[in-house]
């Protein structure tokens, strides 16, 4: 069973680079709302995507692959992949 995330697109920053497991991956930078407590923030990277066809306010929905914990900051962080599905406007 997979975790996923679901939310308010808050923030949107395309066209980052980071390695993942090794290998270098393209992503884009987001904070969701949480669908359900709105003042309850999500800080997430949407993973092997240069843009995602989502703007800020509209709903979006990430399935998590890796939970992470920042040390120092106490931030935790969701790397994600976008959920594909026929709601998806295509590519920007």
Do not use: W
């Not at 920053?13 to 359900?36: Q, S, W």
């Amino acid at each position: 069973m997979s975790m996923t995330r679901s939310g308010t697109l808050l923030e949107k920053e395309p066209g980052l680079k980071t390695i993942f497991e090794g290998e270098e991956h393209p992503y884009v930078h987001c904070v969701i709302a949480d669908i359900v407590d709105p003042e309850r923030h999500f800080v997430c990277r949407v993973l092997d995507e240069e843009d995602i066809p989502y703007s800020v306010g509209e709903p979006i929905t990430l399935e998590v692959i890796k939970v992470v914990t920042e040390r120092r900051s106490g931030i935790v962080r969701f790397d994600c992949h976008l959920v594909k599905t026929q709601e998806n406007r295509g590519t920007i």
